[in-house]
């Protein structure tokens, strides 16, 4: 027998810029959540129209001791980094960096999309690493859109990309470093789904365009918060309204380890964080190639 989580606190997301100034919607962290363990961030990056010459993106930055989880919906991302990676992200495509010891990457447009303008829009989500990989190897998985696998509801009515974990029996192809679930549902008007999900993960939904209800209760719930669920059951429920309900489904153990965090550097100790900045500065995380 199952049962259906009970919902906890709906988190709205606030309006801030990162990189270069480009607007973003942060549920966390924020003066409202500060962390959701094992997750330390999840930005919605637009969705903006840009004309041309006008997109923006986050020059050469570091990072040590997490993972970044880029999924692109609308617009080219470019991206390169100190190892000598380079790619573009286009739409429905995700990038798996695990970032571990150090790297030092930029996330700009694509400059055919820069010069021409468009519709951007994407979700940036960071993983916590546990002390065990905070100094493993940098690692890049990228999974073109159409690779990325899908499945439908038994009634046909709810779609899924299976970014991480698995959803109506099948399974994602990203390898992740500890148990996560990254899930992109499209509901028809109407359409109700009951997932299951492990037990110890902690789970929320972010519904990312039309109202849904959630929950056993079917709590109302508008696009751009973060729907918390409890801890108390083995399946969540989400339902469309009158209109399509698009969404994701995130989830993960959490780590239960000591977070010291110092903008791109999330490690266990202040004396972490100190050689972090040191290494960085020191040139030890590379730089990207001109």
Not at 157 to 170: L, P, T
Request: aromatic residues 8%; negative net charge.
């Amino acid at each position: 027998m199952t049962t259906d989580r009970t919902l906890g606190r709906i988190v709205p997301a606030l309006r801030t810029t990162e990189g270069g100034g480009f607007i973003v919607h942060r549920p966390f962290p924020t003066r409202l959540l500060m962390d959701f363990d094992p997750f330390l961030l999840l930005d919605e990056m637009g969705p903006v129209e840009y004309g041309p010459g006008e997109a923006k993106g986050a020059p050469a930055h570091p990072h040590r001791g997490f993972e970044t989880v880029t999924y692109a919906l609308d617009g080219r991302f470019r991206h390169c980094d100190s190892a000598g990676h380079a790619g573009t992200l286009t739409p429905g495509d995700v990038q798996w960096m695990t970032a571990g010891a150090g790297v030092v990457h930029s996330e700009m447009p694509d400059p055919e999309f820069a010069a021409a303008g468009g519709r951007s829009h994407g979700f940036q989500l960071w993983v916590n690493l546990p002390r065990r990989d905070k100094l493993i190897a940098p690692r890049y998985q990228e999974i073109a859109g159409e690779r990325i696998p899908t499945a439908t509801s038994p009634d046909g009515r709810a779609r899924v990309k299976v970014i991480a974990g698995e959803a109506f029996g099948v399974q994602a192809a990203i390898e992740t470093r500890t148990p996560i679930l990254y899930q992109h549902f499209t509901l028809a008007p109407h359409a109700v789904v009951t997932q299951s999900v492990p037990a110890g993960f902690r789970v929320f939904a972010y519904p990312i365009d039309g109202a849904g209800f959630y929950g056993p209760g079917r709590q109302p719930v508008e696009p751009r918060h973060m729907v918390i669920y409890g801890d108390d059951g083995d399946t969540v429920t989400f339902a469309a309204g009158d209109a399509p309900l698009d969404l994701l489904l995130i989830g993960g153990v959490p780590l239960n380890e000591p977070i010291v965090r110092y903008g791109p550097f999330v490690m266990n100790t202040e004396d972490e964080i100190r050689t972090a900045v040191a290494d960085y500065q020191a040139g030890r995380m590379g730089r990207i190639p001109d």
